[in-house]
């Protein structure tokens, strides 16, 4: 089992910033690839930025390329998303999640494990 609990959402002005934090315990964080996925409201969700269990390897959706950035650091068994230049429609819960495949995948329902998620509201 590897339990995830999400932080750093909160309320922001369009064009401003946040930097999200997953903290993972439980099994070893090192060997699961991890994802960011956000869920609006009356939305799917939506792969936001995975990162490989090395983290050699990441993935962004198209619309947050060069805005986000996922990160991880293994000591601290964390991985984060960094947001600039944030906009009102990036405003949802944004969640965590772990996987068993070796690559940063997009792919929802490769995760095994999902945190409960963090709000973020972006205002215009």
């Known amino acids: 089992q590897v339990q995830l609990v999400e932080s750093g959402g909160g309320l922001v002005q369009a064009g401003g910033s946040l930097r999200l934090s997953c903290a993972a315990s439980?099994?070893?964080?090192?060997?699961?690839?991890m994802g960011w996925f956000r869920q609006a409201p009356g939305k799917e969700r939506e792969f936001v930025a995975a990162?490989?269990?090395?983290?050699?390897?990441?993935d962004y959706a198209g619309s947050m390329k060069g805005r986000f950035t996922i990160s991880r650091d293994g000591a601290k068994n964390t991985v984060y998303l960094q947001m600039n230049s944030l906009k009102p429609e990036d405003t949802a819960v944004y969640l965590c999640?772990?996987?068993?495949?070796?690559?940063?995948?997009?792919?929802?329902?490769?995760?095994?494990?999902w945190g409960q998620g963090t709000q973020v509201t972006v205002s215009s």
């Open positions: 439980g099994r070893t964080f090192g060997n699961y690839g």
């Open positions: 999640a772990a996987t068993r495949a070796v690559a940063a995948t997009r792919e929802g329902r490769l995760y095994d494990y």
């Open positions: 990162i490989s269990w090395s983290g050699g390897s990441t």
